[in-house]
């Protein structure tokens, strides 16, 4: 199996900085798109950012210019810088990533989430 596990969540006041890790554990053999999402009380799950094996990046509309996503293959893990950070930026954060595994000796494509790290932002 395939496992994300995020860290780097917490409370921090309006203008402050966060970086959230995921380290993605398990039989990899490639991962492909790697991202994050985030889910705020009452929400639909949007698209926070994302970033392709080949170092590709696309953001949300909302956080252009304050996050950065990047990615270091050797370590199968991705990271969310968070810069001038709102009070609406507020939510559960998800990390996501597209794997092919070995899943009982069968090559296996998944989409695997993580459990979510929270992130508190006061005003």
């Known amino acids: 199996q395939v496992h994300l596990v995020e860290n780097g969540g917490g409370l921090v006041q309006a203008g402050g900085s966060l970086r959230l890790s995921c380290a993605a554990s398990?039989?990899?053999?490639?991962?492909?798109?790697m991202g994050w999402y985030r889910q705020g009380v009452g929400k639909q799950r949007d698209l926070v950012a994302t970033?392709?094996?080949?170092?590709?990046?696309k953001y949300g509309d909302s956080v252009e210019g304050r996050f950065t996503i990047s990615r270091d293959n050797a370590k199968n893990t991705v990271y969310l810088q968070m810069n001038s950070l709102k009070p609406e930026d507020t939510g559960v954060y998800y990390c996501?990533?597209?794997?092919?595994?070995?899943?009982?000796?069968?090559?296996?494509?998944?989409?695997?989430w993580g459990r979510g790290t929270l992130v508190t932002v006061s005003s």
């Open positions: 398990g039989t990899i053999f490639t991962i492909n798109h």
């Open positions: 996501n990533a597209d794997v092919s595994a070995k899943v009982d000796t069968v090559l296996t494509y998944l989409s695997v």
């Open positions: 970033i392709t094996s080949g170092l590709e990046t």
